[in-house]
């Protein structure tokens, strides 16, 4: 059963702060792992890995995947204010290429002033 | 990326009545699928809309409760009937492809049960 896992689940920060999220998936047809940043209603799509070691950044974030290990992690550094969302991870839903996904439980990061 | 637009935004409804959501995209998609995301849960894919045809639910979702039209290549529309409390949840269409499965979402529907 494919399946995706984050943690932590809640996480409390002061501005400045660095963070790393992480997200572990079971997929039984690996093409690609999505970040996405919900602020409001919809999510908004962060960064899609597709190799291991490469990095993806813009700006502040920063994500990378590790294939050995089944996981990924996302990176905020300095982080402000207007970064307090939930962020969800995404992995390929079923065997065969469907263009389906399934979402871990996401990440609520809360950034105090 | 497709801009998407879904309509309503939000809306309260009575138990037992139906609500039919718009999910509208300003160019040609192949594929479009429609999302539950429950309160404090995570979203949760319902089906698969497909141009042409019935759509493809996941496990626990059926059509009679969630008919789904995709008369087109850039609209679709989630039909929750019967509806009730625990309907009450945001729904989101979302468009992508099955080459990296990277997805784009609508700015979702918040709907509210009472």
């Known amino acids: 059963e494919d399946k995706v896992v984050q943690s932590p689940l809640s996480l409390v920060v002061h501005e400045g702060d660095t963070v790393t999220l992480n997200c572990s998936y079971e997929v039984t047809n690996f093409r690609s792992l999505l970040w996405y940043k919900q602020e409001k209603k919809a999510p908004t799509f962060l960064f899609m890995l597709t190799s291991s070691g490469i990095e993806k950044k813009s700006g502040r974030l920063s994500s990378i995947l590790d294939k050995k290990e089944l996981s990924s992690i996302l990176n905020i550094t300095a982080t402000q204010t207007g970064d307090s969302a939930i962020y969800l991870c995404?992995?390929?839903?079923?065997?065969?290429?469907?263009?389906?996904?399934?979402f871990g439980q996401g990440t609520t990061l809360q950034v105090k002033p | 990326s497709a801009v998407i637009s879904q309509k309503p935004s939000r809306d309260i409804c009575q138990r037992g009545t139906s609500l039919t959501i718009q999910c509208q995209v300003d160019?040609?998609?192949?594929?479009m699928f429609w999302y539950r995301q429950q309160p404090g849960q995570s979203l949760t894919l319902i089906a698969t809309a497909n141009q042409g045809s019935e759509a493809t639910y996941e496990s626990g979702f059926v059509i009679d409760k969630f008919p789904i039209s995709r008369p087109n290549l850039t609209f679709s529309t989630l039909t929750v009937s019967n509806m009730s409390p625990e309907d009450s949840s945001i729904y989101l269409c979302?468009?992508?492809?099955?080459?990296?499965?990277?997805?784009?979402f609508g700015p979702g529907t918040r709907l509210t049960v009472t």
């Open positions: 995404a992995g390929p839903l079923g065997s065969s290429n469907t263009g389906k996904l399934i």
């Open positions: 979302s468009v992508g492809t099955s080459v990296n499965y990277e997805q784009y």
């Open positions: 160019s040609q998609v192949t594929m």
